[in-house]
């Protein structure tokens, strides 16, 4: 059975920093992009930041360009987002997902496995 675990967030203040993993059990997913969605309360799930299976390619979201950076370990299954000088407005449940398309890397649509998400909340 296929699993995603995201783990890593929490509550940090305002200009702090976040690192979350997604790891991956059930299947390996080297072959697979990935990608990180987050969702706020009565918001839709919205694109943060792909990472193509070779990892030489990656997009991000225009909100996080800069202070957010996706990575992964295909060797370990899992993947990883370093969140620096985090915003309230960044508060969200954050969660990975995997796909093996390579168009659409925004629409999360196009991903086929789901972790079950993790909390971040940055206080001001």
């Known amino acids: 059975q296929v699993q995603l675990v995201e783990s890593g967030g929490g509550l940090v203040q305002a200009g702090g920093s976040l690192s979350l993993s997604c790891a991956a059990s059930g299947r390996t997913f080297s072959s697979y992009h990935m990608g990180w969605f987050r969702q706020a309360p009565g918001k839709e799930r919205e694109f943060v930041a792909f990472?193509?299976?070779?990892?030489?390619?990656?997009y991000y979201a225009d909100s996080v360009k800069g202070r957010f950076t996706i990575s992964r370990d295909n060797a370990k299954n899992t993947g990883y987002l370093q969140m620096n000088s985090l915003k309230p407005e960044d508060t969200a449940a954050y969660y990975c997902?995997?796909?093996?398309?390579?168009?659409?890397?925004?629409?999360?649509?196009?991903?086929?496995?789901w972790g079950q998400g993790t909390q971040v909340t940055v206080s001001s």
């Open positions: 990472i193509s299976w070779t990892g030489l390619t990656k």
């Open positions: 997902a995997y796909t093996t398309r390579g168009n659409g890397p925004r629409d999360p649509s196009m991903y086929a496995y």
